[in-house]
């Protein structure tokens, strides 16, 4: 089975940083788009910052400037390095991948990570 394997994640002070990993793993053909989402108590899931088609970038407006996401194609990796961390960003980050795999009959599949929790104190 495909897995996404996510670290990183702990409790921060307002200011600080912390960086995620995700590493896809499995029976992986073509991975397509690869980033984090997130999710606070009470709200939908958004996006924070991905790889999406053709490998450009996309950040929400509300992480540009603090947070950046990098990959290593090798090790089919994506990291999010979070600085300045404020509050807000309090949530269950997940890490997520559209690719395809030896599952998928040549089709591309989403696939989740567990979750993990990042709180920021103030």
């Known amino acids: 089975q495909v897995q996404l394997a996510e670290s990183g994640g702990g409790l921060a002070q307002a200011g600080g940083s912390l960086r995620l990993s995700c590493a896809a793993s499995g029976p992986i053909i073509q991975i397509l788009e690869m980033g984090w989402h997130r999710q606070a108590p009470g709200k939908q899931r958004e996006l924070v910052a991905g790889?999406?088609?053709?490998?450009?970038?996309d950040y929400a407006d509300s992480v540009k400037g603090r947070f950046t996401i990098s990959r290593d194609n090798a090790k089919n990796t994506v990291i999010l390095q979070m600085n300045s961390l404020k509050p807000e960003d309090t949530a269950v980050y997940f890490c997520?991948?559209?690719?395809?795999?030896?599952?998928?009959?040549?089709?591309?599949?989403?696939?989740w990570g567990q979750g993990t929790q990042v709180t920021v104190s103030s």
């Open positions: 790889y999406v088609r053709g490998g450009s970038t």
């Open positions: 997520s991948a559209k690719l395809v795999s030896s599952y998928g009959l040549g089709s591309p599949e989403d696939y």
